[in-house]
């Protein structure tokens, strides 16, 4: 029986293809399978029933999670955390027709220090960025970038092709749509729903797909729902349970349905403040 970091492809059952490269410092928990052509750094660790596919590499100091997956060419930053039942690398697949069509997705990046949540489920082709945190049972689509140090709240949605800068706080359960930009330091309140499709899926290759734009540090709050293409502005603040059917100026808050304008973000709650 291989001990762990011996080089083997696996410590612990059975050791299938044995030409995985595995520092002498990883440590790989028995049960836990890495394929050959896998790489694992120093000072990782794999628990049990985890799986490495052929191709991926971990990070050094990386923790992977019991029963986590990592498809081929997944490439793990260091000291990244991936906690249990994490699906790394998952190809989507697609109904004919599909929006979402096009090339096949590239390699996923996990950059420095970011951290998975449990059963969350990121594809091939997403880029998260260092510092990340993505919460428990979050789902991010191929194409998608996450930026630095920003939070995704438990059971949101980041679908294909959506841009999300750095700092970004999006809380629980929100959607956020494909195509759809968020710069940094944006603030998306639970429940918010983004859209990007004014037809409900009756339209034809001509109509292209229109996702939102949120410009820095603008806050929406909570059950907000944005309809395709709008564009909130920098440092404008969106109330909970509007609807937002038109772009709303920088620094404005609007609210209602459809939201309206009310007054002026005042200096006091702007971002500088808060740092």
Same mark, same amino acid.
Not at 68 to 76: C, K, L, S, Y
Not at 167 to 173: E, H, R
Not at 180 to 189: P, R, S, T, Y
């Given at each position: 029986?291989?001990?762990?970091?011996?080089?083997?492809?696996?410590?612990?059952?059975?050791?299938?293809?044995?030409?995985?490269?595995?520092?002498?410092?990883?440590?790989?928990?028995?049960?836990?399978?890495?394929?050959?052509?896998?790489?694992?750094?120093?000072?990782?660790?794999?628990?049990?029933?985890?799986?490495?596919?052929?191709?991926? /590499?971990?990070?050094?100091?990386? /923790?992977?999670?019991?029963?986590?997956?990592?498809?081929?060419?997944?490439?793990?930053?260091?000291?990244?955390?991936?906690?249990?039942?994490?699906?790394?690398?998952?190809?989507?697949?697609? /109904?004919?027709?599909?929006?979402?069509?096009?090339?096949?997705?590239?390699?996923?990046?996990?950059?420095? +220090?970011?951290?998975?949540?449990? +059963?969350?489920?990121?594809?091939?082709?997403?880029?998260?960025?260092?510092?990340?945190?993505?919460?428990?049972?979050?789902?991010?689509?191929?194409?998608?970038?996450?930026?630095?140090?920003?939070?995704?709240?438990?059971?949101?949605?980041?679908?294909? +092709?959506?841009?999300?800068?750095?700092?970004?706080?999006?809380?629980?359960?929100?959607?956020?749509?494909?195509?759809?930009?968020?710069?940094?330091?944006?603030?998306?309140?639970?429940?918010?729903?983004?859209?990007?499709?004014?037809?409900?899926?009756?339209?034809?290759?001509?109509?292209?797909?229109?996702?939102?734009?949120?410009?820095?540090?603008?806050?929406?709050?909570?059950?907000?729902?944005?309809?395709?293409?709008?564009?909130?502005?920098?440092?404008?603040?969106?109330?909970?349970?509007?609807?937002?059917?038109?772009?709303?100026?920088?620094?404005?808050?609007?609210?209602?349905?459809?939201?309206?304008?009310? /007054?002026?973000?005042?200096?006091?709650?702007?971002?500088?403040?808060?740092?």
């Amino acid at each position: 029986m291989p001990a762990p970091g011996d080089g083997s492809a696996v410590a612990g059952e059975p050791a299938g293809a044995g030409s995985a490269t595995i520092a002498p410092s990883a440590t790989v928990a028995p049960g836990a399978y890495v394929e050959a052509g896998a790489c694992v750094e120093a000072g990782v660790t794999i628990d049990a029933g985890a799986v490495i596919h052929d191709g991926a /590499r971990i990070g050094a100091g990386t /923790r992977i999670g019991a029963h986590a997956v990592v498809h081929a060419g997944t490439d793990v930053g260091p000291g990244v955390v991936v906690e249990d039942g994490v699906v790394l690398g998952k190809r989507p697949r697609l /109904r004919a027709g599909s929006s979402a069509e096009g090339d096949a997705p590239g390699a996923l990046v996990i950059g420095r +220090g970011a951290t998975l949540c449990c +059963g969350a489920v990121v594809y091939a082709g997403a880029i998260i960025g260092a510092g990340a945190i993505i919460g428990d049972q979050v789902q991010v689509r191929e194409g998608a970038t996450i930026g630095e140090r920003t939070v995704v709240g438990r059971g949101s949605a980041v679908e294909y +092709g959506a841009r999300v800068g750095a700092g970004v706080i999006i809380q629980t359960n929100v959607y956020v749509t494909g195509l759809a930009i968020v710069e940094d330091d944006v603030f998306l309140g639970p429940g918010v729903v983004t859209t990007n499709d004014d037809t409900m899926g009756r339209h034809d290759d001509r109509e292209p797909l229109r996702g939102p734009v949120l410009r820095r540090a603008c806050r929406i709050g909570g059950g907000a729902v944005l309809v395709p293409g709008v564009e909130v502005g920098e440092e404008a603040f969106v109330a909970a349970g509007a609807v937002v059917t038109a772009d709303v100026p920088a620094r404005m808050v609007v609210m209602g349905v459809p939201a309206r304008v009310v /007054r002026e973000v005042l200096e006091r709650d702007l971002i500088e403040r808060w740092r």
